[in-house]
C-alpha cells in the first residue's frame, strides 16, 4: 500500500487506488441508480443539493471502499479507527456517516470541512472523467487532485475542500465517509 502524500499547510493528505475496482466500482454504481428515487439531502449550497444520503443496505458495495479506508489508516497513519454504516450510537443525528456527491456538468461544491467528531474523512470516485472537476485543498500552498473512478483521497476532516466546476459531459459521483476516533465518542453528542 503506496499512497502518494502531500501536504496542505502540516496536514497530510493520502491519494491512492482502492484496489480490485471491477468488483465492486460498477455494481456501487447499479445500486446508487437503482435507489436515487431514495436519495436524503441535508443542505442546499449554491442552489444544489450538497450531499445525498442512501442506507446502507441499498448500496451495500459501499462498504469496499470504506472498509479499504479503514485498513489504509492503519497500514499508512497507524491509526485505528471505527467504521460506521449508521449514525453514531447515541447521537441525534439521522443521517448516516456516508454520502453521495453528485454533481452536474456545470456544477461545483463549495468550500467546506467534515470537522464533526470524525478522524479522518475519506472521498471516492465512482464515476468522473478528469476534467469532471478538480478536488482542491484551500491552504498556502493547496493542492489539486485529478479525479479518477476508483481512486480515494484520505485527509484530516478539519482540511477546508471543495470541488471544481465539473467540465465533463456527464455527472460525477463521488461517495465520501468519515472514520471515527476509537473507543468512540459516546458522551456529549
Ligand atoms: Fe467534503
New binding site residues.
Partial sequence: MTPEKHYVGDDPVFVMDVPNQESWIGQLGEEISKHRSRFRNSHKINGRWENSYLDIDVVPSAKIPMRFARTAAIEILGMHSVLLFEPLPGSKESLPPFWF?IAKPGEI?GL???ANLSAL?A?VYIQADSNAGNLYFEKDPGIEVIPEPGKIVLFPPHLK?GVQENQSNEERISL?FNLFPFPLPMQNL
Avoid: G, I, L, P
Wanted: net charge negative; charged share 10%.
Fill in positions: 456527491n461544491t467546506h470541512d467534515h474523512s472521498v475542500h465520501a
